[in-house]
């Protein structure tokens, strides 16, 4: 898990000036997302040096907005989505959220620069999900090869993120692993109660 949750922050990793982001097109939430937290980054990084929690506010302002986190949220419930409760449901959703935002601002504290090469997708004008592809280059040239699936909303049409894969192992699959089992042998109320234990932990 802290592996690819590394992966997933090094999309959002390129020095570069702030700017709108055209959220029709995937390739354009992959690569100019990447240059506005960065952006941000530099912008407060004296404060941040001040008070490192900033970064969470940093992540929930720049790079949520692009994460389709309740969609994720979805897919980990899985199976148990539909025994549970409209204030079950938004509970998770909001418990997950603050987990992802706590853990990636948590990695991005000690984060150091690599290269990224995106590989854009040419044809996604009929497709509802894509994955584009990354590779990571690292100071001694070695390359991770990883890969961002990306969602469609039918209503709105814009395209958001809500999975990495690193090294053949997605991060969705992963987090419904860990968390499918425990629903349903605690139940939902119990692993809420779990993330936002671990949300704590990370603020401490």
Known sequence: ????????????????TSQSIDMSNPNSVIADVSKQVFARINQDAAQ??????????????????????KYAAYKVMGVHLRGTSK??????????????????????????????EILDVSDFSNKRIITIPVRVIDS????????????????TGQWKVFDVIAEGISLLQTKQSELTGLIQKKGIDHVIELLKTKNIEFSS
Request: net charge positive; glycine share 2%; aromatic share 14%.
């Open 48 to 69: 941040l040096k001040k008070d490192p929690t900033l970064i969470n506010k940093i992540i929930a302002e720049q790079l949520l907005p692009y994460f389709d986190y």
């Open 87 to 116: 204030v079950q449901r938004q509970n998770f959703v909001n418990a997950f959220r603050d987990y992802l935002v706590n853990a990636y601002g948590h990695l991005l504290k000690g984060f150091k620069n690599q290269k990224l």
């Open 140 to 155: 001694t040239k070695k390359v991770t090869k990883i890969s961002f699936k990306l969602r469609k909303n039918k209503k």
């Open 1 to 16: 898990m802290r592996i690819l949750l590394s992966c997933f922050l090094l999309l959002f990793t390129s020095i570069a």
